[in-house]
């Protein structure tokens, strides 16, 4: 790993455990101060503004991949017409947002299962359409930036803000229990966001000109990406709409509270997927499909193992977490804790291949994404009503078995690595047995030893039992995982590589 790598991976870590800890505050008091029908509202809004950011069309994603050549080339024509292109589009889509932002507000009544809100839920909703707008006029810095590799600039300012504004958001939160004031707070720090990228711009990329010309196949990749925002917008975007529909809005703000630990769980885990990306994409572009496969295969059983140890531990802590953090009247049964993890371990696992599909430039699998929205929508619709809250989980759970676990990772070996489908089938089964017999173990020395978590009482008790429950996992999981071949592998490269270095010095 480069000093600049590492570097990025530290900077990322540590906004990631910033942003995370204040996500846990602000998620409190505003619970406490706004109740938890308003803090249902705040989550339904947030899902409601992902379906009209639909117009995006996978923009960014085609963007990226648009730019990455031709910036490592130099080649200032094509990244003005790139450049331009997506100004163009972005601008359109920002007025697109208002506008059909504006439509939606007539089906709020039918959305919400409540009558506590009477014309001021027009206002909340109009104030979070216009922060979309606005943080969609400048998103093509940001796109340019990333594929400059200038990760590390993008997240310092995205990161740093977002802890200032998050602070700020808590301190109101105390003072004066306005969510209008919440939502405004959020509109300035897209204007922040907006301030420091305009000026790295003006001074790093002055090079760039507008031209009338429009890169047609941005448009191409985009109308492939769509389908693909689809699949991913109906699997995580539908269950507070369902839950606020047929069940009530409390219970999104329960639910809700429970996917924060669920989201900064990905986002720790996904602190390596940024970083590595551009990694992969020159790998990828260097290497036979075999090496393509054989370092997939190492990062995979890494993502396994993170994923195992993450399981593990939040399956333990997360009742007492909650409790200690919002209170009894936010439990949830085990059982619906375990269906949330059952789709938590599926997407912790799931970032290195996607990460691959996409440096192959494999975007044409628009089946995948639609038959996955079907799958979760009609089964998710269908239980909800039965079974209210785990009615919606077992719904994700089912879409993600078939297309994220099975369906999409046996295309990427087709594609990507020139190997049948039962192979990454003989890989998954391999990797689950030993994430298995991991979890199987701790268990019993857990018992063993008599680590209860169910009985804690304080903080610095949870993070005690917390960190040695950690501790435990890790060296188990770690000495379990060295039975696979690829993992061993990947530990002996680089304890070779360190010494090889050690030795220059």
């Known amino acids: ?219 191409k990749d985009m109308k492939n990406l769509f389908w693909h925002k689809i699949g991913t917008l109906v699997v995580h975007n539908t269950d507070y709409i369902m839950l606020s529909k047929f069940v009530s809005l409390s219970i999104v703000g329960v639910y809700s509270s429970y996917l924060i630990i669920y989201q900064m769980l990905m986002t720790l885990i996904n602190i390596l997927t940024p970083v590595l990306t551009p990694k992969i994409g020159v790998f990828v572009a260097k290497n036979t499909k075999d090496k393509i496969y054989k370092y997939w295969r190492e990062l995979y059983s890494i993502y396994f193992i993170i994923a195992t140890i993450f399981i593990v531990c939040t399956y333990k802590v997360i009742l007492p977490f909650i409790n200690l953090w919002l209170g009894k009247e936010f439990l949830i049964s085990r059982l619906t804790v375990i269906l949330i993890l059952i789709n938590l371990f599926v997407n912790l696992t799931r970032g290195v291949t996607d990460t691959f599909k996409d440096s192959c430039g494999f975007f044409d699998d628009t089946y995948s994404p639609a038959l996955e929205s079907i799958i979760n929508f009609v089964f998710s619709l269908v239980l909800v009503q039965k079974i209210g809250l785990n009615g919606v989980i077992i719904g994700t759970i089912v879409s993600n078995i078939i297309i994220i676990l099975l369906l999409k990772p046996i295309l990427v070996f087709s594609r990507c690595f020139g190997k049948k489908g039962y192979e990454y089938i003989l890989d998954l089964g391999k990797l689950s047995i030993l994430s298995g017999v991991s979890i199987t173990l701790i268990t019993i020395l857990i018992k063993k030893i008599e680590l209860n978590f169910m009985d804690i009482s304080s903080w610095i008790e949870l993070i005690i039992k917390t960190g040695l429950l950690g501790i435990i996992s890790s060296i188990i999981i770690t000495t379990i995982f060295m039975l696979d071949r690829y993992f061993r592998e990947f530990i002996f490269n680089i304890i070779n590589i360190k010494r090889t270095s050690n030795a220059k010095i």
Do not use: C
Request: charged letters at 20%; zero cysteines.
């Open 1 to 219: 790993m480069d000093k600049k790598t590492a570097k990025n991976l530290q900077l990322n870590l540590f906004i990631t455990l910033g942003i995370g800890i204040l996500g846990f505050v602000v998620n409190k008091y505003f619970a406490k101060y706004m109740g938890q029908d308003t803090l249902g509202l705040m989550k339904l809004f947030t899902q409601m503004v992902a379906y009209i950011s639909l117009v995006d069309l996978g923009i960014s994603n085609a963007s990226a991949y648009a730019l990455y050549k031709p910036l490592a080339e130099k080649d200032n024509d094509k990244i003005n017409l790139v450049v331009s292109t997506i100004d163009s589009f972005y601008k359109k889509i920002a007025f697109g947002i208002v506008f059909i932002g504006l439509i939606t507000s007539f089906l709020l009544p039918y959305l919400i299962k409540s009558e506590t809100y009477g014309i001021e839920i027009y206002i909340y909703w109009s104030l979070y359409v216009i922060n979309t707008s606005i943080g969609y006029t400048f998103a093509r810095y940001s796109i340019l930036f990333i594929a400059n590799q200038e990760y590390g600039y993008v997240r310092k300012v995205q990161g740093l803000g977002k802890i200032i504004f998050q602070i700020l958001q808590i301190l109101f939160l105390f003072k004066i229990q306005s969510f209008i004031l919440f939502i405004f707070i959020m509109i300035l720090e897209n204007l922040y966001n907006y301030h420091f990228y305009n000026r790295h711009y003006k001074k790093e990329y002055s090079y760039i000109k507008k031209v009338k010309e429009r890169d047609k196949s941005i448009v």
